[in-house]
């Protein structure tokens, strides 16, 4: 027997720049199979009906940058790696309550979380497993230099170290084996580094050439965390697929990525209030002052080269960065002159891309899998509505309700 629910209110797809107002959506079990003007709809008897005054239905949120590993979490119990898994589960949650149905994950945890939820044992949205990210020694991901390489290797959930071509092959092979179904590198330091500059330039020609070589082996792709300009040209030139962050683009990184059709991932929020954030160690706040306006340029270079662009957080559920704002990443990519129906498909159809699931994700049409929202208002007219978890009334994936609030009316 056929499960069919019905959302009405405005709709925005994410493919036509304009909604529809008086709009209908139709779900058999997990698929969506009608989207469009409620007049046209047909309706089977015994529907159930979901509709909340003057609210609107999107595709649901996909963060396209996002590290499951719970260590600065609101919810943390503890600091062992079954007190971090737990915790994550709860960090789930709260991605869920704020309308995020979707994300790339690069940690340690990303493999058991996916297979976990894909079965139903937690609450949580589709995950793309990217491992643990790589870098080199004395690089952005290198964080206590008091332990052997090898020891850190053992114990990091969220990073993994290598030096020299053939470290480079066990390396990205030691990922695959975690379950990763892209790679992530650091092709430059960052702000965060605890030791390196967010200038310095990480790996080597070679090393690249066999990370990158070896990710397209597994018939997948590199992504980098791309700060300082010239690493991200080494890498941009060695082939990698994506970049993340973007801070300090320049026109020659952007006519590279536009001739390779390269996407790049957000993380804007972070790079614009860096500088405000509490308690930020004295390393970060140096490094911190001069990455907003870069930011800001880059991002505005990127829109005039017509880049594709993503929508990431690099949020970690912290006081800075609580999951329940993390819709604040839209109305950062407006600040950098984005419109409103530009930074939402950043975060649903583009991001659906990066997961290499936009056959089924990321837009509200007919055939695709029924991850939708329902918040209060019209972001097209107040992009900022999807900055407060409370504005989003309900959440479904692949058809089931997975938060719904009192105002959201259902019944036959």
Do not use: W
């Amino acid at each position: 027997m056929n499960d069919v629910k019905v959302l009405t209110g405005r709709i925005i797809d994410s493919v036509h720049d304009e909604p529809v107002g008086d709009g209908a959506v139709v779900i058999e079990n997990d698929r969506i199979v009608y989207a469009g003007p409620r007049a046209s709809a047909e309706i089977p008897a015994g529907a159930v009906r979901y509709t909340c005054d003057g609210a609107t239905i999107m595709a649901g949120f996909i963060d396209a940058h996002i590290h499951l590993v719970g260590a600065e979490s609101v919810h943390r119990s503890g600091d062992t790696p079954y007190d971090l898994l737990l915790t994550t589960v709860r960090d789930l949650c709260d991605l869920v309550d704020a309308g995020v149905t979707g994300v790339r994950d690069m940690s340690a945890f990303g493999r058991p979380l996916r297979d976990a939820i894909a079965k139903g044992n937690i609450k949580g949205p589709r995950i793309m497993v990217g491992g643990r990210v790589l870098s080199i020694s004395s690089g952005h991901g290198d964080f206590d230099v008091t332990k052997p390489v090898a020891q850190c290797n053992r114990e990091d959930l969220t990073g993994y170290m290598m030096d020299g071509p053939e470290d480079c092959y066990r390396g990205v092979r030691q990922q695959f084996r975690e379950g990763a179904e892209f790679i992530k590198i650091c092709a430059t330091g960052g702000v965060s580094s605890a030791i390196d500059d967010y200038n310095d330039q990480e790996f080597s020609p070679e090393e690249l050439r066999v990370i990158i070589s070896e990710a397209k082996r597994h018939n997948t792709y590199v992504t980098a965390h791309c700060t300082g300009t010239a690493g991200t040209k080494a890498a941009l030139k060695a082939g990698i697929g994506c970049v993340e962050h973007g801070v300090m683009l320049d026109e020659e990184c952007c006519q590279i990525m536009r001739e390779n059709n390269i996407p790049l991932v957000t993380t804007l929020s972070v790079a614009l209030g860096l500088a405000d954030m509490q308690n930020l160690p004295p390393h970060m706040l140096r490094k911190a002052q001069g990455v907003k306006e870069a930011a800001m340029r880059s991002f505005r270079l990127a829109r005039e080269y017509g880049l594709t662009v993503a929508l990431g957080t690099d949020y970690s559920n912290s006081p800075n960065t609580p999951y329940k704002a993390i819709g604040q990443e839209f109305y950062s990519l407006t600040r950098c002159g984005y419109t409103p129906m530009e930074a939402i498909r950043a975060g649903t159809l583009h991001g659906a891309m990066l997961m290499r699931r936009a056959h089924e994700l990321g837009t509200v049409t007919p055939g695709k899998l029924a991850d939708l929202v329902m918040v209060r208002g019209n972001p097209l007219e107040d992009i900022r509505l999807l900055a407060d978890a409370d504005n989003v009334k309900l959440v479904l994936i692949g058809g089931q309700v997975q938060k719904q609030l009192p105002e959201v009316r259902h019944g036959l």
